[in-house]
């Protein structure tokens, strides 16, 4: 099993919608989890991180927090074009023999007219 | 404004040549990270450093050597010795090893091709 595990996509939505972009994790001892997103071509930039159980919002975008479930989502409402890019999902883990962020391979994400 | 700033952005490489990418914070962030992205594919860990003058191998160091002499400055090194040089390279930054918290924060990369 992968530490993080992602849907790779495409996820494809009409404008307006919701997307809804989900990522499992392996390390039950995670305490923060991020996501990213990627435009093409383009370093991660970060969009948002959650710590605790639950729904955190932050404009459009949402992310959900189940640690009993190891999963963590996030939503974005009202989907842009703009919004096109590939989300990173990523959670601190020991691996290696060292402690990192483990980021998964990516949900690409396009919001069509 | 605090940041990563990477150079340059697009680096070409004959074959043979070792050539060096820069990687510079000013967000006194102690733990620095250099990452390769392939097309469609995911990021993989060259190296990292918790702190001054130490360093580890990542996932896929062969190919690669790095110094880290200032806490400002990580620079990689892409050696002959890797035969498959052309991707997209990331350096990142966290306040400490692993990004607990804060996360890491992303240079705007260089694009390396062999020619």
């Known amino acids: 099993q992968k530490e993080v595990e992602q849907n790779s996509g495409p996820l494809s939505v009409p404008e307006g919608a919701i997307a809804s972009l989900n990522c499992t994790y392996s390390d039950r001892g995670s305490q923060s989890f991020f996501w990213y997103r990627q435009y093409s071509g383009k370093s991660p930039e970060l969009i948002m991180s959650?710590?605790?159980?639950g729904d955190k919002e932050d404009g459009r975008f949402t992310a959900q927090l189940n640690k009993a479930s190891q999963y963590v989502s996030l939503l974005i409402r009202d989907s842009q074009p703009s919004d096109s890019a590939t989300y990173l999902c990523?959670?601190?883990?020991?691996?290696?023999?060292?402690?990192?962020?483990?980021f998964g391979a990516g949900t690409r994400l396009a919001v069509h007219p | 404004d605090g940041g990563i700033t990477q150079s340059p952005k697009y680096l070409f490489r004959k074959e043979g040549q070792n050539v060096t990418l820069s990687c510079e914070q000013n967000l006194n962030h102690d733990a620095m990270y250099w990452y390769r992205q392939d097309p469609g594919q995911g990021l993989r860990l060259i190296y990292y450093?918790?702190?001054?003058?130490?360093?580890q191998k990542g996932d896929i160091a062969e190919g690669y050597s790095v110094s880290r002499e200032k806490k400002e400055s990580f620079p990689l090194t892409v050696t002959s010795a890797q035969k498959n040089p052309t991707a997209f390279y990331l350096c990142?930054?966290?306040?400490?090893?692993?990004?607990?918290?804060?996360?890491?924060?992303f240079g705007s990369g260089t694009r390396l091709t062999v020619v």
């Open positions: 959650i710590y605790s159980n």
């Open positions: 990142a930054s966290s306040s400490r090893a692993g990004g607990d918290n804060y996360g890491y924060t």
């Open positions: 450093s918790q702190i001054v003058n130490d360093f």
């Open positions: 990523a959670v601190p883990g020991f691996s290696g023999g060292y402690n990192k962020l483990i």
